[in-house]
């Protein structure tokens, strides 16, 4: 069983940047995918970003450029650097971990419970 809580949620004005911190319970945390979603209001949850074990990082169009996921393996850590946010970026960003390669939502199996982030213009 892995447990994410994540951390580092806000408010920011247009243009600012946060930063996202997802921890992790579990001994194999490096080797796990670890994925970044999101879900405003009134839409469905969407990838944001993503980490492999091997080092691959994928992130959504809309925020490729700005947005850059990176972890720290000794620490049980991933993080989620957020720049140039924009009010479109309001949502509530989820954690999420999976023993194998995951990329789309059903793939991952453990999530956190999910941090506010909120832009305004």
């Known amino acids: 069983q892995v447990q994410l809580v994540e951390s580092g949620g806000g408010l920011v004005q247009a243009g600012g940047s946060l930063r996202l911190s997802c921890a992790a319970s579990g001994r194999t945390f490096r080797s796990y995918a670890m994925g970044w979603f999101r879900q405003a209001p009134g839409k469905e949850r969407e990838f944001v970003a993503a980490?492999?074990?091997?080092?691959?990082?994928y992130y959504a169009d809309s925020v490729k450029g700005r947005f850059t996921i990176s972890r720290d393996n000794a620490k049980n850590v991933v993080f989620l650097q957020m720049n140039s946010l924009k009010p479109e970026d309001t949502a509530v960003y989820y954690c999420?971990?999976?023993?194998?390669?995951?990329?789309?939502?059903?793939?991952?199996?453990?999530w956190g419970q999910g941090t506010q982030v909120t832009v305004s213009s």
């Open positions: 980490s492999w074990s091997g080092g691959s990082t």
């Open positions: 999420a971990a999976d023993p194998s390669a995951a990329y789309y939502e059903y793939e991952y199996k453990y």
